[in-house]
């Protein structure tokens, strides 16, 4: 079921974004991760047949349904702008590298 490949895709992977192709916020926390020269993966809801049924899933997992949802480490860490501050506050490149 979508609930095992959502928490597959969050164990397995250091940085993923679920994501659409055409939302500016999505490209913005691509862009972050991209200045950063930090693999992500993107699960891109828009294009991916069982996209609502994964927004739903974040949804119970993250109490949103808005993309981004970001995740670093297994860890749900908010959208653009929280991945941003959390940049900006230099939390984000210790979360990352705790798995490296």
Sequence with gaps: ????????????????????TTCF??????????GLNVNYTAV???VNKNGSQFQDILEQM???RTVPRVFVNGTFVGGAT???RLHE??????LIHQLQ
């Design 82 to 84: 929280d991945t941003q």
């Design 1 to 20: 079921p979508s609930e095992a490949f959502v928490a597959e895709v969050i164990s397995d992977n250091c940085v993923v974004i679920f994501s659409k």
């Design 25 to 34: 916020y999505c490209k913005m926390a691509k862009k972050l991760f991209e």
């Design 62 to 64: 993250t109490g949103g």
């Design 89 to 94: 506050e230099g939390k984000l490149l210790p």
């Design 44 to 46: 891109e809801l828009d």
